[in-house]
């Protein structure tokens, strides 16, 4: 059975509702010498703040009565419904996909300052009002919260940079490799020690890959076929993201021929990975002398941005690892997927509740089911 979501197609949703608020601030806060040419540029120093909360259906709750509660006990700030418009969802993109996708409410809002707010910057205004409403909202209902600055919202971001193990895949790769020569175990306490950055990628690498040593190489194909699972949401999130204009890029910490498998199952324009080493016939249990760690994951993405003559400005990075904490920091955006805790308190916005389509709600997009 096939289910179809709706991507509004070309929305201005996050410009019209900013273009409406821009004219209605106080000129103490727009400047007495605004005029109509300058608008992006002025209102990108001001403190406005894009908000998108994600809850799912099954709960209960009034999010736009309880946002407009929280901003009534603010002298701050001002709150505004963002929605689309109704040519955008006339031509919608046509997201079809063989399974449902979380059933979700996504609440959009456009978060204004009501007066000059004097020497605060940005990044301090966002970490204080996504502590207070994150807070506020999580003694009521269980949400992914984004908020960013509304800038963000308005880049036409071009590249995703996707990690794969635990990521666009349930499984870690190397884990299901172990399973075959009764070494699991021990890959898996290594496995966890390195993606929560208690030591260091490379080496825990070559120890876990030495443990593999003598796998058949026909086994490959029988671990593709039987033990990998694509994430839920990862077709819709790549079929979005293809629509909207994006290159996708598959990085891995992981293995060739996994990668290569996803990133085609995908539809995907690239993939990188370590090559895993064999003799012909069985896993030599050695690595490449130039292991595709955190470093290397954030130096593809900058090579990958400069061949496309895009700017690091309109790329976004997506993965749940400490070995991802690199490229992420170098995008525009750094989104966490189910992630480990360091990586959830570093990225941009963090995915916990839906699949992996949550990161066309986080980049500020709906998804909305047809009948």
Known sequence: MSFTYALP???????????????????????????ANDITAKLSQLPLFAIIVVTLSSQEADIDTLMQ?????????????????????????????????????????????????????????????????TSY???????DVHILS?????????LAC??????????????????????????SIITEQAMRGEIDFATSFAH??????????DSIDEIIAKHIHIQP???AAMRALKAIGYHTVLISGGFEPFAKHISQVLGMDEYYANPLLHDGNALTGMVDDNILDGHQKALIVKKVAERLGLPMQQV??????????????NSDLGIAYHAKPIVQAKASAAVNITGLEGVIYALGHRLDYQS
Request: net charge negative; proline share 3%.
């Open 9 to 35: 197609k070309n929305s201005q949703a996050w410009q019209t509702a900013l273009n409406t608020v821009a004219h209605h601030l106080p000129n103490e806060v727009i400047g007495y010498d605004f005029t």
């Open 69 to 133: 509660n929280w901003v009534d006990t603010e002298a701050h700030w001002q709150l505004s419904i963002v929605e689309d418009d109704n040519i955008a969802k006339a031509h919608a993109h046509l997201i079809s996909v063989d399974y449902p996708l979380a059933k979700v409410n996504i609440h959009r809002y456009l978060l204004a300052p009501k007066h000059d707010m004097g020497q605060i910057s940005k990044t301090a205004a966002a970490h204080i009002i996504d502590d207070q409403i």
């Open 137 to 143: 909202l999580s003694n009521v209902i269980r949400a």
């Open 150 to 158: 509304v800038d963000k919202m308005l880049t036409r971001h071009r």
């Open 162 to 187: 996707f990690d794969m193990d635990s990521t666009l895949i349930e499984e870690e790769v190397i884990v299901e490799l172990a399973k075959f020569c009764g070494v699991e175990e021990q890959v």
């Open 208 to 217: 876990r890959v030495a443990l593999l040593e003598g796998i058949p190489l």
């Open 233 to 235: 949401g990862a077709v």
């Open 316 to 329: 976004i990075c997506i993965g749940d690892g400490a070995n991802d904490l690199p490229m992420m920091a």
